[in-house]
């Protein structure tokens, strides 16, 4: 018994001991990673790190879940994990400076032509994957005709709304260059800040429909980007290892010799995490840990004004729904100030259209034409027709129907019940029944985007829109079969602005065509929109360089160094 | 005995099976699937329905159950889209993270139960007795999840940062940063000292359970003749306590670890969560709310055999401690 007892103790304690990293029996992985192995043994050779003390050490982030579909570009979006295609294991064509103006990053220069038909990329040609492959046009091409395929199912197609779809759509030139076809428009590059190329001698042979799935994405990805895979652990942690051979044009080798990317699915835990110097940085901080990171010496707290926004989105199939000056006294009625106080601790600002604060457009529309006063709020509703007639605190219509809504928000999500709460409370005192009603995330997501249900009177939600401002999706009458037209908009003046911004060309003329939809959009009134909320990071001292921004949170991970004495 | 785990195991199959089909057509019946939730702005229903037909979703439901039934008994469990790997790649990597966890937490919990338990009753209302009892109580009265973050808070936060003690446990993860480099016996370390709060948080609690009824046992064992007998014989009182009475005592706590198993699966669920500890259970919540349903399906299999074997064990050693009992 002794004995056995004795072995049993031995083989946990080997076990404990092992390495923990889960290496891939896939023969794709076999034959992929030996390759890697050698290029980083030659690229180390080839590239001795420079003699300067800011080289070396670890970074780890910490960030509340996995990087869901990998490295894989066509895999399921995650905000997370197209930072680290963007930034960390591959290379998009172009990159945002701190403008958000295009800047050339795997090509090189770019030229237009004149009626904006065609774009010409001049790849760098010294980029290569990270397993010796060099990266050149043809990765490019196999890019362009994948995300473009339906058969893969890449997850935004909006992207390629100015492409050509077509075989013709992309001509390879020579071996760093390649042409595109497409429909002229002020933003026709955004898509190639996010979409990262992918290695046509690696995937070149997957059938379509697997791609999203092959094992490249997590159990063996080859990128071509400032640092080399090197291990995931699922639900854990990603290891990645600093590039040698990335050039010199881009910054060359980053400082840190490794990246560790890790999954701690409790903000409670990641902001202790972070207090106790076990992460150096913490990613999407609550509004109310704010306060504990600036009172703590060791570390920074940043935050920066990012693309999303918070909103309820009115169902206007519903009859007490139906009226835009409802849904305006509703916004009108609703303190969103305070509400960017009380939930947000102030880190947030008011919304009133789907133009990001940060965006060459914005111009702070509706600020004070939709502030709040509930007294306008109580006329406009009287004008609609809705008025007290029984005397128990509730509207009703002429018709007898009370305006009663019920306002859903996902399982989980404080920030949302708030939301849903204080509607509850500040409608009511303009005679406006409201109901939260909480609903799981997956059920609510059916229940609202389901073209033949879309059961729901107001549901709270987040949208994150692209660089590259797009309604459509959300408002546009010809798209009410599409998941994402919750609301039911069908407004031809609407329709027409929509239209023309998909056109307009000239940053000038566009802004001044946002401008003239808020105003349309603010009448109809389809989303009482509440507030772009800041996001909120925090970082340990010892990581010099950071700097955030709408790009997001790795947007200059490579330019990251660690303080030598705290290293 | 080998025959009756034979058969044993041979009846846990259909049952394994009949948990897996009620999941399934549960899961099948909850509103919303995995192309829903991979809804994001720019998605339209064309790529909905592509997505969906490459993900095997556009087949009957009856279709469904009869590939994944037949591909299951053959081992294969399918694919999960939310974390890109082969199901059971996923099961192979937070199975045993769960385990190790889980196993760990019982045998602290027993070992510790039972000898508070037998301390209590050798010296019963002692003021060892009475104190000890206090503070059982005390953890068995608490939430697991709440003692969690206790410990966190005193042996983590504020153990480095307010007091500056010399030894401080991590509160979240399993392994520290540099844990490949390390050696094999810093690994070892490594990983138990990310082990100590949560195994205290799951173990604390079921501690307090097992010493309340090893100390009843205890006290109904000594009062029996053979005690009594042992003592007349002029046996050390080390002897009669270790030798006679703790092994009588032992058998109705035994019985407890049946028991205990799936009460402490379901309290790793929570226990993982607050400690970002990646095993089974946040896998399974996570499975569910993406609607991974093949992920849903092989956690909740590998769960279901868990629990069972968690049982049979219990029965078995329920018959090595007590030779009186033979399967048949």
């Known amino acids: 018994m002794k004995k056995e007892l004795a072995v049993l103790v031995a083989v946990l304690v080997s076990a404990c001991g092992g390495d923990a990293r889960v290496t891939s029996n896939d023969p794709f992985c076999q034959r992929v990673l030996p390759t890697v192995e050698a290029f980083l043994g030659q690229a180390r050779a080839a590239n001795p790190v420079p003699n300067d003390e800011r080289y070396g050490g670890t970074v780890v982030m910490g960030g509340i879940g996995e990087l869901r579909g990998g490295m894989n570009p066509v895999a399921p979006i995650d905000h997370s994990a197209i930072q680290h295609h963007q930034f960390v294991n591959l290379m998009t064509l172009i990159d945002y400076d701190e403008n958000f103006d295009a800047r050339p990053y795997l090509a090189e220069s770019w030229d237009v032509s004149e009626d904006q038909s065609e774009i010409t990329f001049h790849l760098r040609r010294d980029v290569v994957w990270h397993d010796g492959e060099q990266t050149d046009a043809h990765d490019v091409a196999f890019t362009y005709r994948t995300v473009m395929n339906p058969a893969v199912g890449f997850g935004n197609p909006a992207y390629w709304d100015h492409y050509d779809k077509s075989a013709e759509g992309i001509e390879v030139i020579d071996d760093f260059t390649v042409r595109m076809r497409l429909r002229p428009h002020a933003e026709f590059l955004d898509p190639w800040r996010s979409v990262a190329i992918l290695p046509e001698h690696l995937l070149g042979d997957v059938p379509a429909q697997e791609l999203a799935e092959h094992p490249f994405g997590t159990q063996c990805p080859v990128g071509n980007g400032p640092f080399v895979f090197d291990s995931h652990s699922p639900s854990e942690r990603w290891v990645f290892v600093a590039n040698p051979a990335f050039p010199q044009g881009l910054g060359g080798r980053p400082f840190y010799d490794r990246y560790i990317f890790r999954v701690i699915p409790d903000q409670t835990a990641l902001l202790t995490e972070l207090m106790t110097e076990s992460i150096d940085a913490y990613i999407t901080v609550r509004p109310n840990q704010a306060q504990q990171i600036i009172d703590n010496p060791n570390v920074d707290f940043l935050n920066f004004r990012f693309r999303n926004f918070v909103m309820v989105a009115w169902n206007a199939r519903r009859p007490q729904l139906a009226d835009p000056r409802v849904r305006r006294a509703i916004t009108m009625a609703t303190n969103r100030e305070e509400i960017v106080q009380a939930i947000q601790g102030g880190y947030a600002v008011v919304a009133n259209s789907s133009v990001p604060p940060f965006h060459w457009a914005y111009r702070g529309f509706g600020a004070e034409d939709m502030a709040y006063n509930a007294a306008s709020a109580a006329a406009l509703l009287d004008e609609a027709g809705w008025i007290d007639r029984d005397g128990d605190g509730v509207r009703e219509n002429a018709d007898g129907l009370p305006l009663a809504v019920s306002i859903k928000y996902n399982t989980g999500n404080q920030e949302r019940q708030d939301i849903a709460e204080i509607l509850q409370a500040q409608l009511g005192g303009v005679g406006i029944r409201v109901t939260p009603e909480v609903v799981d995330f997956g059920a609510l997501l059916g229940q609202i985007s389901d073209p033949d249900s879309r059961d729901f009177d107001g549901v709270v939600m987040g949208w994150v829109p692209e660089f590259k401002l797009d309604d459509m999706d959300l408002f546009h009458s010809a798209r009410t079969n599409e998941p994402n037209a919750w609301t039911g908009t069908d407004n031809p003046e609407i329709d027409r602005l929509l239209e023309a911004l998909s056109f307009s060309v000239d940053r000038d003329e566009t802004a001044r065509l946002w401008a003239e939809y808020e105003v349309v959009l603010n009448e109809e009134h389809p989303f009482t929109f509440f507030y772009f909320p800041d996001r909120l990071t925090g970082v340990n001292k010892r990581v010099r360089g950071v700097h955030m921004d709408a790009r997001g949170e790795w947007t200059n991970l490579k330019d990251w160094y660690l303080d030598p004495e705290r290293r | 005995m080998v025959k009756y785990l034979l058969y044993r195991l041979v009846a846990a199959v259909p049952l394994v099976l009949g948990i897996s089909t009620i999941i399934f057509?549960?899961?099948?019946?909850?509103?919303?699937?995995?192309?829903?939730?991979?809804?994001?702005?720019?998605?339209?229903?064309?790529?909905?329905?592509?997505?969906?037909?490459?993900?095997?979703?556009?087949?009957?439901?009856?279709?469904?159950?009869?590939?994944?039934?037949?591909?299951?008994?053959?081992?294969?469990?399918?694919?999960?889209?939310?974390?890109?790997?082969?199901?059971?790649?996923?099961?192979?990597?937070?199975?045993?993270?769960?385990?190790?966890?889980?196993?760990?937490?019982?045998?602290?919990?027993?070992?510790?139960?039972?000898?508070?338990?037998?301390?209590?009753?050798?010296?019963?209302?002692?003021?060892?007795?009475?104190?000890?009892?206090?503070?059982?109580?005390?953890?068995?009265?608490?939430?697991?999840?709440?003692?969690?973050?206790?410990?966190?808070?005193?042996?983590?936060?504020?153990?480095?940062?307010?007091?500056?003690?010399?030894?401080?446990?991590?509160?979240?993860?399993?392994?520290?940063?540099?844990?490949?480099?390390?050696?094999?016996?810093?690994?070892?370390?490594?990983?138990?000292?990310?082990?100590?709060?949560?195994?205290?948080?799951?173990?604390?609690?079921?501690?307090?359970?097992?010493?309340?009824?090893?100390?009843?046992?205890?006290?109904?064992?000594?009062?029996?003749?053979?005690?009594?007998?042992?003592?007349?014989?002029?046996?050390?009182?080390?002897?009669?306590?270790?030798?006679?009475?703790?092994?009588?005592?032992?058998?109705?706590?035994?019985?407890?670890?049946?028991?205990?198993?799936?009460?402490?699966?379901?309290?790793?669920?929570?226990?993982?969560?607050?400690?970002?500890?990646?095993?089974?259970?946040?896998?399974?919540?996570?499975?569910?709310?993406?609607?991974?349903?093949?992920?849903?399906?092989?956690?909740?299999?590998?769960?279901?055999?868990?629990?069972?074997?968690?049982?049979?064990?219990?029965?078995?050693?329920?018959?090595?401690?007590?030779?009186?009992?033979?399967?048949?």
């Open chain 2, 25 to 328: 057509f549960v899961m099948s019946a909850a509103p919303g699937d995995m192309v829903d939730i991979m809804i994001r702005p720019g998605m339209t229903a064309e790529v909905a329905e592509q997505l969906r037909a490459n993900h095997g979703l556009g087949q009957p439901i009856v279709v469904r159950y009869v590939r994944w039934m037949v591909d299951t008994l053959r081992g294969d469990f399918g694919y999960s889209v939310l974390h890109g790997r082969p199901v059971l790649d996923i099961i192979r990597s937070h199975l045993p993270r769960t385990l190790i966890l889980s196993l760990t937490a019982l045998a602290v919990a027993f070992f510790s139960g039972i000898v508070l338990g037998t301390i209590q009753a050798i010296r019963q209302y002692s003021w060892l007795d009475s104190g000890l009892s206090v503070v059982l109580l005390f953890f068995y009265s608490m939430p697991s999840f709440w003692l969690a973050y206790m410990l966190i808070l005193t042996f983590s936060l504020f153990a480095r940062n307010v007091w500056e003690w010399p030894m401080w446990f991590p509160a979240a993860g399993m392994l520290g940063t540099d844990h490949e480099g390390l050696s094999f016996v810093a690994r070892v370390a490594d990983r138990m000292r990310f082990m100590v709060l949560p195994t205290l948080s799951l173990s604390l609690v079921l501690t307090a359970g097992i010493a309340r009824y090893m100390r009843g046992s205890m006290l109904e064992v000594v009062r029996q003749d053979f005690v009594r007998t042992a003592r007349a014989k002029g046996l050390p009182e080390r002897a009669v306590v270790f030798k006679h009475a703790l092994r009588n005592a032992l058998l109705p706590v035994i019985t407890l670890l049946g028991l205990y198993i799936p009460v402490l699966f379901s309290g790793t669920v929570i226990i993982e969560k607050v400690f970002a500890w990646p095993g089974m259970g946040t896998l399974l919540i996570q499975a569910i709310e993406a609607r991974d349903y093949m992920l849903v399906m092989g956690a909740s299999f590998f769960f279901a055999l868990m629990v069972i074997v968690g049982n049979l064990i219990a029965d078995v050693l329920y018959a090595v401690v007590d030779p009186r009992i033979r399967y048949e």
